[in-house]
């Protein structure tokens, strides 16, 4: 079992930044992938970046790239996502995701990822 813990969501202005963490507790944080995702109220949850377990490879959707940048820090069990040039549309609640690994894979899907951090809302404002 991993549990995680998400923080660092809040209020800002278009054009400003937030760095979102994960903390995970439980098995050996380097042994899982991890998964930034957000979810905009009547929107499909997707992907916004995503990490293998040693932090070797990473991916960043199109729409955020340039902008958003995943990093982990497997000596501190977190996983980050900072957020450059905030957009409104960037509004929406962000989740952090697991899934236990035995190769160098990130993972884009959400039905990929077995555990799941509660969630912390993001609200850009124009």
């Known amino acids: 079992q991993v549990h995680l813990v998400e923080s660092g969501g809040g209020l800002v202005q278009a054009g400003g930044s937030l760095r979102l963490s994960c903390a995970a507790s439980g098995r050996t944080f380097s042994g899982y992938a991890m998964g930034w995702f957000r979810q905009a109220p009547g929107k499909e949850r997707e992907c916004v970046g995503a990490i293998t377990w040693n932090g070797g490879r990473s991916y960043t959707r199109d729409s955020v790239k340039g902008r958003f940048t995943i990093s982990r820090d497997n000596a501190k069990n977190t996983v980050y996502l900072q957020m450059n040039s905030l957009k409104p549309e960037d509004t929406a609640v962000y989740y952090c995701?697991?899934?236990?690994?035995?190769?160098?894979?990130?993972?884009?899907?959400?039905?990929?990822?077995?555990?799941w951090g509660q969630g912390t809302q993001v609200t850009v404002s124009s």
């Open positions: 995701a697991a899934r236990y690994t035995s190769g160098d894979y990130y993972y884009l899907g959400a039905s990929e990822y077995g555990y």
